[in-house]
């Protein structure tokens, strides 16, 4: 079965600073992937997601992942981040049977 | 366009007793998932619908969550008997049909079991 590994529970950053989120997954067949935002008290939305092509996708409010498939990782950063991008950061993996997967999730805390 | 409806946006029972989650998707979304959210943890699958049909239902708690969408539009998340472990935001969540779709969530129902 397919898993995702997101590597940081907690970040803490000052605002300007760069950012990069980790996340891996597991699974060896063809796959598309996403990075999901959660504001304080909002529901989950579509930052970015990767299904074929250019590698480097580009998402709202600045973000962007790269999708390395030898090393099973789809990364999200961004160059500056701001006290409003605070949030949490989900990745997920969808496989060839649709079954999306979700990692544990990053919280991100941007201090002004 | 509307958004995923969801209710209630909160409950709060004791341990044994049953519980029912509603969803409204977007309209026009074939596809239909349950995620559970547990505090600190990634959204996990549960039961996803294409239509009125279970396309994967292989996470979920079958002695005590049940879940159906007899026409293929909303859809109901019960669980009897809850059991503390059972507390958790329970999400709801449509896209298009196909694997390109994107995942459109609703806000999700907080439960807390006692």
Not at chain 1, 27 to 41: A, I, K
Not at chain 2, 58 to 87: C, H, M, N, W, Y
Request: glycine share 8%.
């Amino acid at each position: 079965a397919q898993s995702v590994s997101q590597h940081n529970h907690h970040v803490i950053l000052s605002e300007a600073a760069s950012l990069e989120l980790g996340c891996n997954y597991s699974y060896g067949g063809t796959v598309n992937l996403f990075w999901y935002v959660q504001y304080p008290g909002q529901h989950l939305q579509l930052l970015l997601k990767y299904f074929s092509g250019d590698p480097l996708v580009k998402g709202i409010k600045g973000f962007e992942a790269e999708f390395i498939k030898s090393k099973f990782s789809f990364n999200l950063r961004k160059p500056s981040v701001q006290w409003s991008d605070t949030a949490e950061y989900f990745c997920a993996v969808r496989s060839n049977n649709n079954d999306m997967r979700f990692g544990a999730g990053t919280r991100l805390t941007v201090k002004p | 366009e509307a958004g995923v409806a969801q209710s209630p946006r909160y409950k709060i029972i004791e341990k044994r007793q049953s519980v029912a989650f509603w969803c409204n998707p977007i309209s026009g979304h074939a596809t239909l998932y349950w995620y559970q959210q547990i505090l600190g943890q990634g959204p996990k699958l549960l039961i996803q619908f294409q239509n009125n049909g279970v396309v994967d239902d292989s996470q979920l708690p079958k002695d005590r969550f049940s879940a159906e969408r007899l026409k293929g539009v909303d859809s109901t998340l019960k669980i009897q008997p809850a059991k503390l472990e059972d507390s958790a935001v329970y999400l709801c969540a449509s896209s298009l049909e196909g694997r390109t779709g994107e995942l459109f969530f609703g806000e999700g129902s907080r439960l807390t079991v006692l």
